[in-house]
């Protein structure tokens, strides 16, 4: 029997939950996926108590996942999360252990019919993940930036020269040798070594023109986000007809107390853009300090140049030949029909590893993903 209309509105809405979770930094593996959608298929789906503890119970791994799983949930379903007393151990164990159910019954009688209510709840979200941030009203960019509170971006890796214990690896010579001397001269355990990965640097570079600024707020907290999830090895600068460094702003916890002092850091928002003259400050300042160096950039940009495109093409290369990768982020790439065409786009684009959208969540969400695996 085919699933019914309300029961594929309640998986869709707990797949796009899961999804929110895990951006949040909580894993919401698969099997933990299919456990909620049991303990649900039992339980009150219009009731928002029943589904906060329902996903409570079976999506969280540790106490460290509590406070993100509360936040996300927020968020997700555009209301506070529910405050009330926890359940009896006898309501917590019926339903962390539901027993499985068919997907023909999921809903269970008439909350089958009602389910869609709660797709309604949070419908709005999943919209706005899809959404050009430069067409959202008021509201909805207010409900936008506590989704972009939620996300936790992965830094890419890179291979430490450094080598530590480990339990597999190659042999350790020394500390095997000292081993058995400890043991009366008989080798019994061979010592292993391996160098453990370290975060690379990302370093964003923000365009904050006027042709720009329909985006600035949502890259500028897409760089808090990065900068609160790794703020030892992610630096931020805002580019248009000068270089501002605005990393220390950004490690403010709050995000609108960091985008207000970045933008009091700023002095030409919403001003010209000399892509070109400002990238090569970048490089003679930072570049040669090794900011620059091995590290993926990030360059969030339409492409509009003032300035001579000879100038970016050439810092670009040389932007290029220092950088492990170059990620080029512009927001009109998401539109349908959208060229590169021009100067400053064309310049650019020989010396850019990665050229992505740059418009709504969902894009920032797989811009997450490609400096992750850059």
Known sequence: MAPSAGTRDVVDVVLGFARTLRHAGVGASPDRVEAMLQAVGHLDVLDATDVYWAGRLTLCASPDDLDRYDAAFAAYFAGEAPRKPPRSAQQEQRMAESAPISASDAGGGEDTE?????????????????????????????????????????????????????????????????????????????????????????????????????????????????????????????????????????????????????GHAIPDWSGGTRIGEVLKAFLDRWGQRGTARGAVVVLCSDGWERGGTELLAEQMRRLHRLAHSVVWVNPHKGRVGYEPLTGGMQAALPAVDHFVAGHSLAAFEELAGVIENA
Do not use: C, N, W
């Open 114 to 262: 009602e389910a869609p209510d709660l797709k309604a709840a949070a419908s709005e979200d999943e919209v706005l993940r899809t959404r050009d941030v430069s067409e959202l009203s008021i509201a909805e960019r207010d409900q936008l930036r506590r989704l972009f509170a939620l996300l936790v971006p992965a830094a890419p890796m890179r291979p430490s020269r450094r080598r530590r214990p480990d339990l597999h690896g190659q042999v350790h010579p020394g500390r095997t040798v000292r081993r058995a001397l400890r043991d009366g001269g008989e080798i019994t355990r061979l010592q292993h070594r391996r160098a453990r990965p370290r975060p690379r640097r990302v370093v964003l570079l923000v365009d904050v023109s006027g042709s720009m600024s329909p985006y600035a707020d949502a890259l500028l907290r897409f760089a808090h986000a990065a900068v609160r999830a790794r703020p030892a090895s992610t630096e931020v600068f805002t580019i248009g007809t000068r270089l501002t460094r605005v990393t220390r702003e950004m490690r403010l916890r709050d995000p609108d107390k960091a985008l207000a002092a970045s």
